[in-house]
């Protein structure tokens, strides 16, 4: 074992607590480690001047269930009082040091989950120590909400552009923080500030819902009448030879003093050395595997990976064939069936309506190109199938260029229509009795830019100044206003339309979006991304503007799912909604659902592994997984007949 690798071994260990902050005390020098560890074991002798009914969950009591080292005494568990008669002294120690076995509270509805807000001053006075204590501060404000199941939110102040609000402590925040500084301690006006922009970050915060919300200042010198709700306050003592240096640290709770106490400081080399390598140099294996090329435009009109047909259908794009999800009761559960295609079959079209499957295939047999066309029938057992058509007809070219994945949009309201990898459209119809099915280009119908596998755009051809947004049925759902000299179809870089909230949004020009009206005297909407984000969706208008965003780790992103705001013009102001963790690098795709959010994880070789589902806000999703080879492998499968042939 080398010495760096024996020093990670003799790391200190944390409070189980703090479990959660493993991954980032991973990530600091072991300077840094030594320190937190030894501010956080004193820092939690300030617990106790937190209210017991603030640490306590909220809802409806239902009954007693598992274990906790806080309670009543009357729900003490028995082996305790045994102590208490057979080991008196033991029985007090473990009461004295939180060791003793209390009977859990558990409640049938959580009630309303607490936020924690905590604002640190950066001033002058978090320079050197002051800086250190903050940030130990700040994790044992994080740990208390943990505590309580509460979301826990913090900023920085003052600072010229605006407060940001973060909804972690991670890697990437301790940076911020450790760089942030200014010549002044904050105000009440910094802070009024703070409060608006978190307002607009949650537009319900201040309504007759609003949170249970516990605010908290930390910053340096003593208490002023002006801190807003609860305040964290520490001076530094003078130095005194040969003894640590010490910091005084008071809590204030309700408007009067609860506590002060006096933390100690290791070493002066080793607080300058957390301070100027706060961080641990990143091993090989750490380093993210990021793609080495530029994040691609668009690329085609046909969506990849999966596709949504309804929220409780979804279908999966497989190397042997096509995976199709029926989910029940949230997608705690689903049915499953499963179309095996081969290798040399592309899929050239496929829609869901309910249980009714539509599936068109291109192959080559025997030097002929043909065409085929399945309903099928998806019942619990089995997949009926009720029709079918073909056509031998040269089309390989139509197909050629279709990508990895593909799932083609079928549309078929009226007639069957099938669209190229060039979004060109063709007819597939049946003839009369004994004669072959007619697959011939349908020349009325516009070219396809675009499509989701349900919602498909077209330029409209009588009025090139709109674009039209059409169900698969081809029935006209939307139509947006576009300035038909700047908006070329051959230039189009990516485009999303977002069908909850009827909203386009186009890209042009690298980095720059489009976000056209309905309303064809209305101002379209601009706004701009960085390389490694993808966008959503987008709605409003140039006065407020909405932007859902992924920022993609696989091209340096930070592998969340954000919403950034604009507010009159000016912003972003940017909240993280969903994070991808362990996930982001193997993501590919990210799809905004009514139920949550659903992404796909492919493995090593690109090819698609697990789906996805995120549900919940503000950092705190949980995510459901759903391993497609094992699904695959339970469900009903269903054989195309005549594929082969």
């Known amino acids: 074992m080398t010495d760096a690798a024996k020093r990670r071994?003799?790391?200190?260990?944390?409070?189980?607590?703090?479990a959660g902050f493993l991954p980032v005390f991973e990530r600091l020098s072991d300077a840094l480690v030594e320190l937190l560890h030894g501010q956080l074991l004193q820092f939690e002798r300030?617990?106790?001047?937190?209210?017991?009914?603030e640490l306590a969950p909220q809802g409806e009591f239902e009954g007693l269930g598992g274990l906790t080292t806080r309670g009543e005494i009357a729900h003490i568990v028995q082996s305790e009082l045994l102590l208490r008669t057979e080991a008196p002294l033991e029985f007090l120690r473990r009461l004295a040091e939180a060791e003793t076995l209390f009977l859990e509270k558990q409640y049938a509805d959580p009630g309303v989950r607490p936020v924690y807000r905590a604002i640190v001053s950066v001033g002058p006075g978090l320079l050197g120590h002051g800086r250190l204590v903050a940030l130990a501060a700040l994790f044992f404000m994080a740990r208390i909400a943990a505590a309580r199941d509460a979301e826990f939110h913090w900023c920085l102040l003052p600072r010229e552009q605006g407060a940001v609000w973060f909804d972690a402590l991670s890697v990437n925040t301790v940076k911020r923080f450790l760089r942030a500084a200014s010549y002044r301690e904050m105000n009440g006006d910094d802070v009024e500030a703070a409060q608006r922009a978190w307002e607009m970050l949650v537009p319900d915060a201040g309504g007759s819902g609003a949170q249970d919300y516990h605010d908290w200042t930390i910053g340096a010198g003593p208490f002023r009448a002006g801190d807003p709700g609860s305040a964290l306050r520490f001076t530094l003592q003078?130095?005194?030879?040969?003894?640590?240096?010490?910091?005084?640290?008071?809590?204030?709770?309700?408007?009067?003093?609860?506590?002060?106490t006096t933390i100690l400081l290791p070493d002066d080399r080793i607080c300058v050395s957390a301070l100027n390598d706060p961080f641990a140099p990143l091993k090989p294996s750490d380093l993210p595997r990021l793609a080495t090329g530029p994040k691609p435009g668009l690329e085609g009109w046909e969506p990849l990976y999966f596709v949504t047909p309804r929220p409780d259908r979804k279908i999966v794009r497989m190397p042997e064939g096509v995976l199709v999800l029926a989910g029940e009761a949230s997608w705690k559960s689903s049915r499953q069936w499963f179309i095996p295609l081969p290798e040399d079959v592309k899929l050239a079209g496929i829609v869901l309506e309910d249980r009714l499957l539509q599936i068109a295939t291109h192959s080559a047999r025997s030097g002929q190109d043909v065409m085929r066309y399945w309903a099928v029938q998806l019942a619990d057992a089995q997949g009926n199938v009720a029709s079918g058509l073909v056509r031998k007809v040269p089309s390989a070219h139509l197909f050629r260029n279709q990508r990895p994945?593909?799932?083609?949009?079928?549309?078929?309201?009226?007639?069957?229509?099938?669209?190229?990898?060039?979004?060109?459209?063709?007819?597939?119809?049946?003839?009369?009795?004994?004669?072959?099915?007619?697959?011939?280009?349908?020349?009325?119908?516009?070219?396809?830019?675009?499509?989701?596998?349900?919602?498909?755009?077209?330029?409209?051809k009588s009025d090139?100044?709109?674009?039209?947004?059409?169900?698969?049925?081809?029935?006209?759902?939307?139509?947006?206003?576009?300035?038909?000299?700047?908006?070329?179809?051959?230039?189009?870089?990516?485009?999303?339309?977002?069908?909850?909230?009827?909203?386009?949004a186009y890209s042009v020009t690298p980095g720059v979006w489009t976000v056209p009206s309905r309303n064809a005297?209305?101002?379209?909407?601009?706004?701009?991304?960085?390389?490694?984000?993808?966008?959503?969706?987008?709605?409003?208008?140039?006065?407020?503007?909405?932007?859902?965003?992924?920022?993609?780790?696989?091209?340096?992103?930070?592998?969340t799912v954000c919403t950034m705001r604009y507010e009159g013009g000016t912003g972003p102001l940017r909240q993280a909604v969903i994070k991808l963790g362990p996930d982001a690098l193997s993501v590919v795709k990210v799809q905004l659902g009514d139920d949550g959010v659903w992404a796909m994880a492919v493995d090593d070789s690109?090819?698609?592994?697990?789906?996805?589902?995120?549900?919940?806000?503000?950092?705190?999703?949980?995510?459901?997984?759903?391993?497609?080879?094992?699904?695959?492998?339970?469900?009903?499968?269903?054989?195309?007949?005549g594929l082969h042939d």
């Open 405 to 460: 994945w593909a799932l083609p949009a079928l549309n078929w309201g009226g007639s069957l229509e099938i669209y190229s990898t060039f979004g060109k459209a063709f007819v597939f119809a049946e003839r009369g009795w004994g004669e072959d099915a007619r697959f011939s280009p349908l020349d009325t119908a516009p070219k396809l830019l675009w499509s989701n596998g349900v919602y498909s755009i077209v330029r409209d």
């Open 606 to 641: 690109k090819a698609p592994a697990e789906l996805l589902f995120y549900r919940g806000k503000l950092g705190r999703a949980g995510c459901q997984r759903f391993d497609l080879q094992a699904l695959a492998g339970e469900a009903v499968r269903v054989e195309l007949s």
């Open 238 to 260: 003078p130095p005194v030879p040969g003894e640590r240096r010490a910091m005084q640290v008071g809590v204030r709770r309700g408007g009067s003093e609860r506590t002060r």
């Open 521 to 559: 005297a209305a101002e379209a909407a601009t706004f701009r991304l960085e390389p490694h984000e993808t966008l959503l969706a987008a709605y409003g208008t140039p006065q407020q503007l909405t932007a859902r965003i992924w920022s993609d780790a696989r091209y340096g992103g930070k592998g």
């Open 9 to 18: 071994a003799e790391r200190p260990i944390f409070p189980a607590a703090y």
């Open 46 to 53: 300030l617990s106790s001047s937190l209210d017991w009914q």
């Open 464 to 504: 090139p100044s709109w674009v039209q947004a059409l169900r698969h049925t081809k029935r006209r759902y939307d139509r947006f206003a576009i300035d038909r000299e700047a908006f070329d179809a051959d230039r189009l870089l990516d485009m999303i339309y977002a069908p909850i909230q009827r909203s386009l």
